[in-house]
């Protein structure tokens, strides 16, 4: 697990409809004048730089992020912060995502065990508020919560190199949830042709959390193999998150067919 970059993905059809989503919660949480927490439980590295030789080698961030115009939403406020201060190639990962939108007094602990990823994440998000550590995001998630503020919301995106992580990362957001009823947990996985992730979804709808939303979005020009598509899952979503999921895709225009978004519960 230890070998995934995502510079190699920053960008693609899989991180809008990430970014957007959670861009869209994270405003909904902070439209209160309570603090927040943010636990991100495999941050990367941050920041991204679309010129570079990764993001170029797979053209994935042209086939995403080159497709579209900004357009008024938070997920355009973090991405054009970001340019602003590094330049016109610069991508936000969802920790600066987060770190764009949330306030002063909101905290961020932010995972990454990867130790290249790790060393750039710490280069790239050091500051006040936010809290980064070189550990198992598994383990960090269940150590770190529920944080201080109880408000919140937790990120769980894991790589799926390992096909057990399905099965094991609904187990953590579920366990997260039964140790932080405050916060919002939100789960992304791929879709696949042979369906793996059934072995996420199926622990978490037998059990049928509150506030639980699925969302999907599949890819415009998804390729002959592989991954054709992204999906959420939000447990305890606040209200108005669907409405919330469902501008996310559609700011994300002609990257996305026609998608799916479902209240389960």
Same mark, same amino acid.
């Given at each position: ?109 932010l995972m990454e065990l990867h130790p290249a ?99 999907? +979005?599949?890819? #415009?020009? =998804?390729? &002959? $193999?592989?991954?054709? %598509? ?6 305890? !979503?606040?209200?108005? +998150?669907?409405? #919330?999921? =469902?501008? &996310? $895709?559609?700011?994300? %225009? ?6 799916? !978004?479902?209240?389960? +519960?």
């Open positions: 697990m230890l070998s995934y970059q995502h510079a190699y993905h920053a960008g693609g059809p899989a991180d809008l409809h990430k970014h957007a989503a959670l861009a869209g919660l994270l405003h909904l949480l902070t439209r209160k004048e309570r603090p927040i927490s943010y636990v991100e439980s495999h941050a990367g590295r941050g920041l991204y730089d679309l010129s570079d030789v990764a993001a170029l080698k797979t053209g994935e961030a042209m086939r995403g992020i080159g497709r579209l115009e900004p357009v008024p939403h938070p997920y355009w406020t973090a991405i054009e912060a970001a340019r602003a201060a590094h330049g016109p190639a610069a991508y936000p990962g969802s920790p600066a995502i987060a770190r764009a939108l949330l306030r002063p007094g909101d905290r961020l602990h990823e790790h060393a750039a994440l710490a280069a790239s998000m050091a500051g006040d508020g936010v809290s980064i550590h070189k550990r198992d995001g598994h383990e960090g998630l269940r150590a770190l919560t529920p944080p201080d503020p109880r408000r919140g919301l937790a990120l769980i995106d894991p790589s799926y190199e390992v096909k057990t992580e399905y099965l094991d990362t609904a187990l953590l957001a579920l366990e997260v949830f039964g140790r932080w009823p405050e916060g919002v947990t939100l789960i992304w996985y791929p879709l696949l042709p042979d369906n793996r992730h059934e072995a996420l979804l199926g622990p978490i709808l037998a059990v049928n959390p509150k506030g639980l939303i699925r969302d999907e +979005a599949i890819f #415009a020009e =998804a390729p &002959a $193999r592989g991954m054709f %598509g992204s999906g959420l899952v939000a447990i305890n !979503a606040p209200y108005g +998150a669907e409405d #919330a999921l =469902a501008e &996310a $895709r559609a700011i994300c %225009g002609p990257v996305f067919a026609p998608s799916r !978004a479902a209240r389960v +519960a």
